[in-house]
């Protein structure tokens, strides 16, 4: 009978001191968190730190108004166990500021609970013919003025029907209509604004915007006695085109308070209107 000899395999001592490591690293954070958590659940909240992102330069919310919202709901964590406290019900409540955009609230092992708040981005103040006042944020939500703080954003006013009560504006694209009529005039001012917004020399210049009776918008601006008559805000990057181009090879020539009207609804041309007593009309085409 032939008796079959078996090898002795080697044993591979690195990978195996390898694997225990990881063991121990594994068994060690388990054991820290296990006692993390049960010192914290004897830990108080000795602090509260809010911090409020103010990188566009907006102050619509103060920490004195956050602290006071906190107390006025009954919410204020200091003094209470961290276990105790509910995260997600802070957030939430800070959340319903209309200025917030996001909060975020998380607890340290030393007992401070922090606040870290953005704030909402508006980028264009609309005037209804209401008279009633609210921004239009980034996000394109309705956001309702402070009476501690103005933000220094365009302004929109006129025959402008949208209330505040909207919420937020309709999903359109202005850029698929022929007509003003085929869309909310509250729509095209966001749209107009947006690309204003993204222009740093059409955003210093274009200081107000008008809805007339025949719901065109109009522009005015800061340097120059002229208004411009855009029509609807379809085609913002030709019609803007067109108005840089008269800027250079027109009102740098005859001067910038010459025209009173300067209007870009015509397709290729730029329509003026002479600033005297005697209107007459000049044609700036465009190839």
Known sequence: MRIKKF???????????FVFGWIICLSTLIATLGFVGKEKSNIKCKSLA???????????????????????????????????????????????????????????????????ISQRVPIIMIINNNDEHFYIDDQGEFMPVSQNYTAHVIVANGNIFNGYAEKRIPKCNSETVDSISQIQIISQLYDLACFINKDPFWNAQIEQIYVNEQSEIELITRIGNHRIILGNASQLDEKFKRLMIFYKQGLNITGWNNYSVINLKYKNQVVCTKNITNISKNEFKQN
Not at 7 to 17: D, F, T
């Open 7 to 17: 090898k002795q395999q080697k044993i591979n001592w690195k990978r195996l001191g």
């Open 50 to 116: 809010v911090h409020i992102s103010d990188e566009n330069g907006n102050e619509f919310i103060t920490k004195t108004d956050v602290l006071d919202l906190l107390s006025s709901k009954g919410k204020q964590p200091i003094g209470k166990r961290l276990n105790d406290i509910n995260i997600g019900m802070l957030e939430k409540l800070i959340n319903s500021n209309p200025f917030v955009a996001n909060a975020e609230v998380f607890s340290t092992i030393d007992g401070e609970v922090n606040i870290d």
